[in-house]
Structures are given as structure tokens and as C-alpha cells.
């Protein structure tokens, strides 16, 4: 990876690792749907002043006739799903173990990238890292397996949800959408999300509870514009450089930005489960893409 790819791409990760704190703190007040709905309205209408002003970036009708259906299926699993999923979890789950569980994004991400992917093919030491990896996410959701079925159980089960359909996106994405600009992939996006989320709220809340304290709106705003409009801008355009099983390991990064800030901010806590279970799942993944980290590869 290049040395400004790496710089975007940590400069991603610390964004990102900020955002579980702020939708911890959202959902103390607003629906998960309610945040979601806000988080795309406010960062589709972050990237326009980012189109208009850049003259090289144009949406045409041509555009949208070709890919009007790929918005719609990343709308749906790179934001409405998983974001509604992660606001969910965050109602039950610590918002630095979200974080990482969350980082076992890479893992799906190998298995459905070895189907349509042509150059990520699953190989024994992905099959190693698999194991190891889930190995680690079963031993992070044991406290709560032993317990039976609770709702920490069923959020940290939403979150593993969530994982799968980003890995999802980014595969698609890499194959459908990499002939238009980030900007554009962003913005498209998240305005199909904007209206399936707005849909959403509208057909399951009655009232709406919208935001009143202002640290709710600074955590909307925060997630809108930092975590959603500059994050997939950096997102789409590392993806399409470095491909989508080293982009998704940017998921590496947040869990050390998120379990500092939940210990600092939130008086979360952080067991001998959460240490190990880390180690396992950030170690699966480094096994399983040992070729991709130690040699140099052409794009998948």
C-alpha cells in the first residue's frame, strides 16, 4: 500500500472508531431508525457543496439509468442495514465491544470475495485464519452464550449481521460501481438510504421522537458529515486502489479508538474475554491474508 493510502487509510479507521461512541450516545435519546434516517439525510446533504463545487465530478442521467439499481443495493446493505443494525446493538452491546466485533468485517469479507473475486481465492491459510477469527468472535459473545438468549446476545448477533452485509457492498462495489467517482458512489448512496430510511421511521413510529439536547444533534452531525460524508469519500476511494479485502481491514483501527473512549467517556468495561477475543480475530485475519500483507499483489 502506498504511503498516502496508508495515511487515508488509518486517518479512516480513527474516524470510523469515533463513531461507536456518538451512536451510544444518540440512541440514549432517538430511535435507532430515527438515527440512522438523520445520519444519512445530514451526510448526503454534506457531500452536495462537495459536488457542485468540484468540477470534475458529474452525476448524468447516464449514470443513473446504468446503475440506478446498484444505488439501491448498496444503499440498502453499505448503509441502511448495517447502520440500523450497529445503532440497534448499541441499545445492549458496549459501544467498545460493538467496535470489535465489528472488526471481524474482514473475515466475510474473504469468504464471499473467493466466489467473485478472481484473484482472492480461499486457500488454506484463509481457512486458518477463519477459523481463527470466528474462534475469537465466539470467545468475545461467550459471556453472553453462557447466559442463554438475552438481548446483549441478539445485539451482538445484529452487529456480526452488519459485518456481513458491508463485506457484502464492498464486493459489489469493487465490481459495479468502480467507474464513478467516490464522491458520486457516496452521495447516490446515501440518498437511496436517506429515502429507505425516512420510509422506514415513518411506517414505525408514530410519534417520532426526534432529537432535543444538543448533544444528540452534535452526535447526528458528527456521524452525518466525519463518520458518513468524508469517511466514504476516503472509503470508495481507498477501495477501488487497494481492493476490497484490504479495505475492509481498516476495521482493524476503530477498536482502539472505541475501547479507550468507552472506558474514558462511558465507563465501559473491558474483561480478559474482550482482550483474548481481540487477539484472536485481528490474528485470524492477519493469517488469512498473509499473502496480501507480506507480498506484493495485483488489485482483486
Avoid: C
Amino acid at each position: 500500500m502506498k504511503s498516502r493510502d496508508s495515511l487515508l487509510f488509518w486517518i479512516l479507521g480513527l474516524v470510523w472508531g469515533t463513531s461507536f461512541l456518538w451512536i451510544k450516545i444518540a440512541v440514549h435519546e432517538v430511535s435507532p431508525g430515527v438515527l440512522v434516517a438523520f445520519r444519512a439525510l445530514i451526510a448526503a446533504l454534506g457531500l452536495i457543496p462537495v459536488i457542485l463545487l468540484n468540477k470534475k465530478i458529474k452525476i448524468t442521467g447516464e449514470d443513473i439509468r446504468k446503475h440506478y439499481l446498484d444505488f439501491i443495493f448498496m444503499g440498502f446493505f453499505n448503509i441502511a442495514f448495517p447502520f440500523m443494525m450497529i445503532a440497534w446493538a448499541e441499545q445492549f452491546v458496549d459501544s467498545g465491544m460493538t467496535s470489535i466485533i465489528n472488526s471481524s468485517t474482514p473475515l466475510s469479507a474473504i469468504i464471499i470475495s473467493s466466489f467473485f473475486v478472481k484473484d482472492d481465492r480461499i486457500t488454506l491459510p484463509k481457512v486458518a485464519g477463519l477459523l481463527t477469527g470466528f474462534s475469537g468472535v465466539i470467545l468475545l459473545m461467550s459471556p453472553n452464550i453462557q447466559e442463554g438468549w438475552n438481548q446483549n446476545l441478539f445485539g451482538q448477533g445484529a452487529i456480526l449481521l452488519a459485518t456481513i452485509s458491508y463485506s457484502i457492498a464492498a464486493v459489489f462495489a469493487r465490481r459495479k460501481i468502480h467507474d464513478l467517482a467516490p464522491p458520486v458512489q457516496a452521495f447516490t448512496q446515501l440518498v437511496t438510504s436517506t429515502v429507505m430510511m425516512w420510509i422506514f421511521v415513518f411506517a414505525t413510529e408514530n410519534p417520532i421522537g426526534f432529537p432535543q439536547k444538543p448533544i444528540t444533534w452534535l452526535a447526528l452531525i458528527w456521524l452525518g458529515l466525519l463518520g458518513s460524508s468524508f469517511a466514504y469519500i476516503l472509503y470508495f476511494s481507498l477501495l477501488h486502489r487497494i481492493g476490497p479485502t484490504r479495505m475492509t481491514m481498516v476495521t482493524y483501527i476503530p477498536p482502539l479508538v472505541a475501547v479507550i473512549l468507552g472506558v474514558v467517556f462511558l465507563g465501559e468495561t473491558f474483561n480478559w474475554q474482550s482482550i483474548a477475543g481481540t487477539g484472536l480475530v485481528l490474528l485470524g485475519i492477519t493469517i488469512a491474508n498473509q499473502r496480501i500483507l507480506f507480498k506484493r499483489q495485483p488489485a482483486e
